[in-house]
């Protein structure tokens, strides 16, 4: 008869696998052995969670603390559950509860700094970064990546914390298979690997790119981790695709194995650290090329990554050295655009949105993690010079909502000047846009979606250029739309040209006006044009394996 303890085990081995329900099985003949281990408790609620049986998920976590309240892991488990069911309060709470048992547990002071970033809680802000910055001087795995990049101010800083999480796991990864030599002259298959193939950002970004791949000279299949919504968004970018392989069930070996399967030349990593990913395959060498785009602003850190594709604004040449992948410079923009994003025709008003009619309406619908403190305290300056002004936000939770309210009168700035936007269908969200008068950016990261979102929408956006690939999406967005005077340099130039296109209504008159006459025209949202580069980037990678030549720097010409 196995013990309590190997059951657990195999509870672990059986979750890592995927194999969510024979976990909880394992993990329920566990507890009837040793009914007080509250790892197993805190395990089977990870795993229930991930069966979707949320409550029964919480109950368990939520037991693992009643039974161990010293048990700092217990703790930590049950904010994980709490952030996935987006309760980050309530993460935020579970989080500080393990931080004063194991104040020296690495990874803490990040789990925290993530939670309050998502309730835009900044109280302990600066102390919380220093920890967590320490703790990545120090080899430590401190940080998860995304979030770090709203916060590093350099490129060394986002690649410390990506190479710190991925020395986590690289031992586990067995040895790297081989392929065969590739064939010229035949189509080249490329594997999107993604969670976001539908209604979310990524599907709405590069679903034209998928419509527009040349298919006499590529093959496009996708591994598919977030399902089928039923959204007719997602039936155009199956459609797009020879094939469509749900791979949620499978753990990273079987996945990567599928791939290989599938004789795949190129596989395209649409997710890095963002979002429901499974990057951890390309670990496993799952394709002789791997790619890196879209999805992660920066670089993965990974070994088995070969290439990253950027531009040479977000990624200038003396900034390669802070990735471990290979650059692609694209022409233009690297982001991608959907030149047939559809606007809903539905007319909102200012008074149904909750504006006034008459105030400048300032617009920033990025997501609230990206909010800091500096970049709302020069939103509050430049609220308190324009008179009858209000700033325009994404409603994300009630709690964050909150705290926006008490830092706005911290800053003297009456709470009522900031109006929260419900979430919206995305053709009814781009239609509200035009109930504004100017985005404004943030930094350190910047809006990126969002950023052409209102720009198809027929908004302008305002960015300050920062320092890190994250602060310079909107810079290199607004360059390929030939807008650079909407792209700033300090902090003082971003207020002064805010202020300055609210005060002065010929100014930005002439601003809307040179949108809408390069909307259609320029490079940024001619999605036939990016899909060229894009391929020519592929063909370049597949050309230099033909070669047999590594993976090196690759600058594609405009077409």
């Known amino acids: ?56 998920g919480l109950a368990s976590a939520l037991k693992a603390t009643k039974i161990d309240p010293a048990s700092a892991p217990a703790w930590i488990a049950l904010g994980s559950i709490f952030y996935t069911l987006r309760q980050h309060e309530l993460a935020l709470k579970a989080w500080r509860s393990a931080q004063r048992l194991a104040p020296d547990r690495p990874g803490v002071s990040g789990l925290i700094l993530q939670a309050q970033m998502l309730c835009c809680d900044w109280d302990g802000l600066d102390s919380l970064v220093a920890a967590v910055t320490a703790e990545l001087e120090a080899g430590k ?61 990524n599907g709405l970004v590069m679903a034209g790119v998928f419509d527009h791949h040349d298919r006499d000279r590529f093959e496009i299949i996708a591994f598919d981790n977030g399902g089928d919504d039923g959204t007719p968004l997602r039936q155009r970018i199956a459609s797009a695709f020879a094939q469509v392989t749900d791979v949620r069930a499978l753990s990273d070996a079987e996945l990567a194995a599928r791939i290989r399967a599938e004789a795949v030349d190129i596989l395209v990593d649409l997710n890095g650290y963002f979002g429901k990913t499974r990057s951890a395959v390309l ?27 950027a531009d040479a604004v977000v990624v200038p040449e003396e900034e390669r050295q802070w990735h471990s992948e290979a650059i692609v410079h694209l022409p233009d923009t690297y982001y991608p655009a959907d030149r047939q994003r559809e606007i809903s025709d539905r007319r909102f008003t200012r008074t149904e949105c909750g504006l006034p009619e008459d105030g400048f309406v300032f617009a ?31 409603d994300a939770s009630p709690v964050a909502t909150a705290n926006l309210r008490q830092a706005a009168l911290r800053h003297g700035v009456d709470p009522a000047r900031l109006v929260f936007a419900p979430r919206l269908p995305p053709d009814e969200h781009l239609a509200r846009h035009r109930c504004a008068d100017l985005a404004l950016d943030s930094l350190p990261y910047n809006g990126h979606t969002t950023t052409t979102d209102a720009l198809w929408a027929g908004l302008p956006v305002l960015t300050l250029a920062g320092s890190t690939w994250p602060g310079r999406v909107a810079a290199s967005v607004l360059q390929a739309l030939g807008l650079p005077e909407l792209v700033t340099a300090s902090a003082a130039d971003y207020e002064q040209q805010a202020i300055r ?31 060229q580069h894009l391929e020519s980037a592929y063909r370049a990678m597949h050309d230099r394996r033909c070669q047999g030549l590594a993976p090196g720097p690759i600058t594609i010409a405009a077409q």
């Open 364 to 394: 920033c619908f990025n997501h609230c993690h990206k909010i800091l403190p500096e970049t709302f305290a020069r939103w509050m300056r430049i609220l308190g010079a324009v008179d009858g002004s209000v700033l325009w936000l994404l």
């Open 283 to 309: 670990g496993h060498r799952a394709a002789p090329v791997q790619v890196s785009f879209l999805g992660c602003p920066a670089t993965s850190g990974a070994p088995q990554v070969d290439y990253a594709i």
């Open 501 to 531: 296109l609210a005060t002065q209504p010929d100014a930005l008159a002439a601003v809307r006006e040179a949108l809408a006459a390069r909307r259609l025209t320029a490079p940024l949202f001619d999605t036939a044009r990016y899909t």
């Open 141 to 201: 795995d401190a940080v998860h990546p995304f979030y770090w990049h709203a916060i590093a101010d350099s490129p060394e800083s986002l690649l410390k914390a990506a190479q710190n999480r991925q020395r986590r796991v690289a031992a586990t990864l067995a040895q790297p298979p081989g392929f065969p030599p590739p064939q010229r002259g035949e189509r080249i298959r490329i594997g999107y690997l993604s969670g976001e193939l539908n209604l979310a950002a």
């Open 1 to 56: 008869m196995s013990s309590a303890a190997e059951e657990i085990r195999t509870g672990q081995v059986l979750f890592d696998a995927r194999r969510f329900a024979e976990a909880v099985t394992a993990l329920d003949r566990a507890i009837a052995l040793a009914p007080a281990r509250a790892d197993a408790h805190s395990l089977r609620g990870r795993a229930l969670l991930a069966l979707g049986r949320k409550a029964e």
